[in-house]
């Protein structure tokens, strides 16, 4: 018998995206079948950038907007929809208070507090589902840190959404595994309102597959066949001389013994494997998670055979963009778009997810298993060839 399940008043799934940058996470959305009604943010070129291809966006700062309208009102009427039809409430609030990068503040950094404002737009819309995703540092952050009430941040942010009544899974995905050509990993919040069966969604790709189609996409997939890459910054005049040694796919390791201690100045007293510096890219791998710079010497994302980092353009290829996507602003704000994105790939795993639950259809219901011993075997194999 088909199970009917009640959908939104529209058959458009609509979401509302918050701290949507240059929509990443929306157009992976879109591609799975959802419509993403409105999106939010406060950077002026990310704003350009929405509506530069055709969406609707609310400009300005999420604590302003909800202080003067609590009831989301700025969201729904820009999106031309009411709170009972929205699907999901998607985004990923800023996270720099949160990146093991940085300095670690968390909850102590008012930016770390922005994750309360998307609880709110939660709270005050009620969507079917939510999406909040965010770097994998938060997992590791602490509210009052270092005294006795000290409490891991995740868990204080999940067990503000159970407050609501929503049930939630979460975990760390590497957009590597869902199509991305790039190891980007993610800690992904998802929540249903009616207990729905949501799950972390599945791999498509893997490390090995008889398959080439499931294998890990390599940089070479994603951007050897552009025939013009277009504008890129530059590489320091001072890095340039020992980038000329370093082959494809190499790093400082790969410089001459006799220059390595020049060429690194302080950094080679430094701890760490430091695998950033002089970092040419290979074409037979994944990219590594690209940076909001890929000049800087110690994150240096260089071309693999030319000396110069890798292009707007490519970037844009790594991440998943449509190659018609426009990007406002200088030349720096369209890296820091796109660096900070949610892999396309990966928001539409996540999309295809919900709306495999909302239809009911996520699985098939068997009485059987066949094959569960070699099945069991078989994945046994697969983890032990990935820690090799």
């Not at 969406?55 to 609590?70: F, Q, S, W």
Request: net charge positive; glycine share 10%.
């Amino acid at each position: 018998m088909t199970k009917t399940v009640s959908l939104s008043n529209t058959p458009a799934f609509p979401v509302v995206s918050l701290f949507s940058g240059g929509m990443g996470l929306d157009i992976g959305l879109e591609k799975a079948g959802l419509h993403v009604a409105v999106s939010q943010d406060f950077d002026k070129w990310c704003v350009e950038t929405i509506r530069a291809n055709g969406h609707t966006a609310v400009e300005g700062d999420i604590r302003k907007l909800i202080e003067e309208d609590p009831e989301c009102g700025f969201l729904l009427k820009a999106g031309g929809v009411r709170k009972q039809d929205v699907f999901a409430v998607v985004g990923g609030p800023p996270c720099q208070a949160y990146s093991t990068a940085g300095r670690r503040k968390g909850e102590e950094d008012e930016r770390g507090q922005l994750y309360q404002q998307f609880v709110h737009v939660v709270d005050t819309i009620r969507p079917r589902f939510f999406v909040m995703e965010n770097v994998k540092g938060l997992a590791s952050m602490f509210v009052d840190k270092g005294t006795e009430h000290q409490r891991a941040l995740l868990q204080v942010i999940l067990e503000k959404f159970k407050a609501l009544g929503y049930h939630t899974v979460h975990g760390v995905l590497d957009a590597v595994h869902y199509g991305t050509p790039q190891f980007r990993e993610r800690l992904v919040i998802i929540g249903s309102r009616d207990n729905e069966g949501i799950y972390i969604p599945m791999p498509t790709h893997f490390h090995f597959h008889q398959n080439p189609k499931m294998r890990w996409r390599t940089l070479g997939d994603a951007i050897l066949d552009l025939d013009d890459p277009g504008p890129s910054g530059k590489i320091s005049s001072k890095l340039i001389p020992y980038l000329k040694m370093i082959p494809e796919g190499g790093n400082w390791k790969s410089l001459p013994q006799n220059v390595v201690k020049e060429a690194m100045g302080g950094a080679y007293e430094s701890g760490g494997g430091k695998v950033g510096f002089y970092r040419r890219l290979s074409f037979s791998e994944p990219s590594p998670t690209l940076v909001t710079s890929p000049s800087q010497k110690a994150t240096l994302l260089c071309h693999p055979r030319e000396l110069r980092p890798l292009s707007v353009r490519e970037y844009a290829r790594i991440q998943g963009f449509p190659d018609n996507w426009v990007f406002k602003g200088s030349m720096a704000n369209c890296y820091k778009q796109i660096g900070n994105a949610v892999p396309i790939p990966l928001g539409e795993a996540i999309g295809e997810m919900l709306k495999s639950v909302a239809l009911g259809n996520s699985q098939i219901r068997s009485k059987r298993m066949r094959g569960t011993s070699v099945h069991k075997k078989m994945f046994e194999e697969i983890e032990k060839r990935k820690t090799q």
